[in-house]
């Protein structure tokens, strides 16, 4: 099983620029302020700053954890593939960098719906021959 | 329900003095009115009633409440200088209302009039310091910004020509947040110089914010992408981008077997 996180330096042609190149917007907007202004701010703006620093650590403990958990729900899936042949659901939420991933998985071999359907179309075979 | 009042510009700060006569309340620097040189004057509409109700409450972000609060423990020279601004602005007579009835409203003895809180809130927050009415504005914008709700869907190998633009037009809405001009004429140190800068740096925070969150979302779908291919029984993917400007929920398109291949599976 590859790695899906590896090589996420794609093509982001139609993302923004500041999504792959986060890390300088409130410097910028910081440097454009009038000299007077800049220093008046200069503390809110590195208290943004360490804000933005920190969820950015969150947001990188996200993605890894979701990625184990996710890799997690395959392994599980796989195994409840081999082992048993009935049905099931899993259904898994995980939390990630840039929000929440839900997935269903669902496996159903419809047994029921099928002898219900082969039962119906004796019936109707039965009525229409006589 | 308007009156049209001088705009003077302190000689000492270049502060903007709008509506607060010749005293700086940035400053305290009184400018002599009689010096002409000194007070660069212009014209400007400024509203007369200065009450509010509870909707401006809200379309201020409800700052009216803090700015009280900060109002009833001011050091003692910001508040004399409030004070002297007061009387300045609104009389004598309204000005030894205030300063008598301060300990009153600070005790809670007695409530402060909508009409005092109103002025208060053009009064108190030019005399504070830039954190403090950075704080005030961030609030006042987190009121105008519109977090906006998108539902969309698409395959996990073309999410970008189906995500990116709403992304980007999403991160775009920061720059766009305006603090309605009704806002401004009874806020009026709202459109002063500092509270457009730190508008410009919350907005420039926002978007900081969504990029950091952004990071990993082509690691994201490709591994929504890995998850589709590996497991065939997968149903459903949705995957919600949360963002400071809104929430983007996008359902992964997933494919579907034909009638002949689920028959196939059946029989094997």
Not at chain 1, 49 to 62: F, G, P, S, T
Not at chain 2, 156 to 182: C, E, L
């Amino acid at each position: 099983m590859s790695d899906p996180n590896r090589n996420n330096s794609g093509d982001q042609s139609e993302l923004p620029a500041t999504v792959s190149q986060p890390g300088n917007l409130l410097d910028a907007a910081l440097a454009h302020l009038p000299a007077e202004q800049r220093q008046a701010l200069a503390q809110k703006a590195l208290e943004r700053k360490l804000d933005i620093d920190a969820k950015a650590v969150e947001a990188d403990n996200r993605h890894r954890a979701s990625s184990v958990d996710m890799a997690n729900t395959i392994h599980q899936v796989r195994a409840l593939e081999d082992s048993t042949k009935s049905d099931y659901t899993v259904r898994a939420e995980y939390e990630t960098a840039s929000g929440r991933t839900n997935v269903e998985i669902k496996k159903s071999n419809n047994t029921v719906i099928i002898v219900i359907a082969i039962v119906i179309a004796i019936i109707v075979l039965i009525t229409f021959s006589k | 329900m308007s009156k049209t009042i001088e705009l003077n510009i302190c000689s000492n700060c270049s502060n903007t003095l709008s509506g607060y006569g010749n005293l700086c309340p940035r400053c305290g620097h009184t400018i002599p009115t009689e010096n002409a040189a000194e007070a660069k004057t212009e014209q400007a509409v400024i509203p007369r009633h200065t009450g509010y109700s509870y909707y401006m409450s809200s379309s201020i972000g409800g700052i009216d409440d803090d700015v009280k609060q900060i109002f009833l423990s001011l050091p003692p020279e910001k508040l004399s200088l409030v004070f002297r601004l007061y009387g300045q602005r609104y009389g004598g007579g309204a000005q030894s209302y205030a300063q008598s009835t301060y300990y009153s409203w600070r005790s809670g003895r007695v409530r402060m009039s909508g009409m005092v809180a109103g002025r208060l809130l053009n009064l108190v927050p030019p005399v504070l310091d830039p954190p403090q009415r950075f704080e005030l504005v961030k609030k006042v914008r987190s009121a105008h910004l519109r977090k906006e709700r998108k539902y969309i869907s698409c395959h996990p190998t073309d999410w970008r020509h189906t995500v990116g633009p709403i992304v980007a037009q999403f991160i775009a809405a920061s720059q766009n947040v305006q603090i309605p001009p009704y806002v401004l004429d009874r806020v009026c140190w709202l459109a002063d110089g500092d509270a457009a800068a730190a508008q410009r740096l919350l907005a420039a925070a926002e978007q900081e914010e969504a990029a950091v969150r952004l990071h990993f979302l082509e690691a994201e779908f490709k591994r929504i992408d890995f998850m589709l291919q590996n497991i065939e029984a997968t149903k459903r993917v949705s995957h919600t981008i949360e963002l400071p400007q809104g929430t983007i929920t996008v359902s992964i398109a997933v494919p579907r077997k034909g009638f002949w291949s689920c028959l196939g599976s059946l029989l094997s």
